[in-house]
């Protein structure tokens, strides 16, 4: 199967807004995690089958500390403190990638911070 992406600014959002103020990002902008735990973007993904599937976040940390977030999917997390890591720059995009479970058909997958300093910025999910 092919890779499909799904941009953040199109999932659902809690305690983040969508912003454009760093360059580099796919489709309308990106998401900026609120500095929370528990600030989260979940989308709604198609699979072909039920399996293992590769999700490709890509993403910005311009900070020097990471950003750790756990991936849930169907409402279990299946990677919990997955790191995202410093980029070098708010403008620096870069993949971080995790195998996960999946079923057939619509799938949803959360992301969620773990520390008060939220998420990274997040431009889209991919999914194969
Ligand atoms: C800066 C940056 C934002 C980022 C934020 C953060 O304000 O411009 O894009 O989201 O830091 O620390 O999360």
């Given at each position: 199967a092919g890779l499909v992406r799904y941009e953040a600014?199109?999932?659902t959002?809690?305690?983040g807004t969508v912003a454009t103020n760093h360059t580099g990002y796919s489709g309308t902008g990106f998401v900026d995690y609120t500095?929370?735990?528990g600030s989260y973007v979940q989308w709604s993904v198609t699979a072909p089958a039920a399996g293992t599937a590769t999700l490709t976040f890509r993403v910005a940390n311009g900070t020097t500390a990471n950003r750790p977030m756990d991936i849930a999917v169907n409402g279990t997390v299946v990677a919990a403190g997955v790191a995202f890591n410093p980029t070098a720059s708010w403008d620096t995009w870069q993949d971080v990638t995790v195998t996960v479970p999946v079923t057939a058909g619509t799938n949803t997958?959360?992301?969620?911070?773990t520390t008060a300093?939220?998420?990274p910025n997040v431009d889209y999910l991919s999914i194969r």
């Open positions: 600014e199109k999932a959002i809690s305690q500095n929370v735990a997958v959360r992301a969620t911070a300093n939220g998420g």
